[in-house]
């Protein structure tokens, strides 16, 4: 089945570190990956999305992800963490029906001070 | 713009009874989609629309659910009768354009529900 993984529950770095936070991907054809984030009692709200071209893509917040075709995975990155950035991270795989999003299980990023 | 909304924020129901759960979404979006975010099952699309034409129900859990979006602005999902096991944070979100690849959805702030 078609599908993204977050391979991690829970990522805990400190605050001024380099974050990253998994995801695989098992998708045919050409895949277009978004990451959500949610903040405790929020909804949800886009990051970034990979369509085609850069492998880099640049999102908000300072965010950025890295499309690796060869290893089929879309890791959510940046140079480094704040308190702030503390929040449970989606990532989502675009599906061919009218724009149907499939969501990973989510991972729990706390960044501590 | 006000962004996606949604009502109530909260609602604490008694099972058997009936909720509405009511939903606004970006004026001008075109595709309107009913989450369910729960502890055990994560994120789960229940239905969507486009064009407020149900395209995909195949999420919604059992006869007890059904949604409606009567036009553009407005959509309802409704529990009757509710369960327990019903309790969860219900989402909706719009997006535009949503048979094209830049199709971001816009999520509403959601709403807790617990039945007791």
């Known amino acids: 089945a078609q599908s993204v993984a977050q391979p991690e529950d829970q990522v805990n770095v400190a605050e001024g570190n380099p974050l990253t936070v998994k995801c695989t991907y098992s998708?045919?054809?050409?895949?277009?990956l978004f990451w959500y984030v949610q903040y405790p009692n929020r909804g949800l709200q886009f990051l970034l999305k990979y369509i085609t071209g850069d492998n880099l893509v640049k999102g908000s917040y300072g965010f950025e992800a890295e499309f690796n075709k060869s290893q089929t995975s879309f890791h959510l990155k940046k140079p480094s963490a704040l308190v702030s950035d503390s929040a449970l991270y989606f990532c989502v795989w675009r599906g061919s029906t009218l724009g149907r999003l499939y969501f990973g299980r989510g991972t729990q990023l706390t960044v501590w001070p | 713009d006000a962004g996606v909304i949604q009502s109530p924020r909260h609602e604490v129901t008694e099972m058997g009874q009936e909720v509405t759960l009511r939903c606004k979404p970006i004026?001008?979006?075109?595709?309107l989609f009913w989450y369910r975010q729960t502890m055990m099952r994560g994120l789960e699309l229940l239905i969507y629309?486009?064009?407020?034409?149900?395209?995909?129900d195949s999420g919604m859990p059992e006869d007890r659910f059904s949604a409606k979006m009567p036009n553009a602005s407005f959509s309802t999902l409704k529990i009757q009768p509710s369960e327990p096991r019903d309790s969860a944070v219900y989402f909706c979100a719009s997006s535009l354009a949503a048979g094209t690849i830049y199709n971001e959805q816009f999520f509403g702030p959601g709403t807790r529900l617990t039945v007791l």
């Open positions: 004026s001008g979006h075109n595709s």
């Open positions: 998708v045919s054809g050409n895949p277009y």
């Open positions: 629309f486009n064009n407020n034409v149900p395209i995909d």
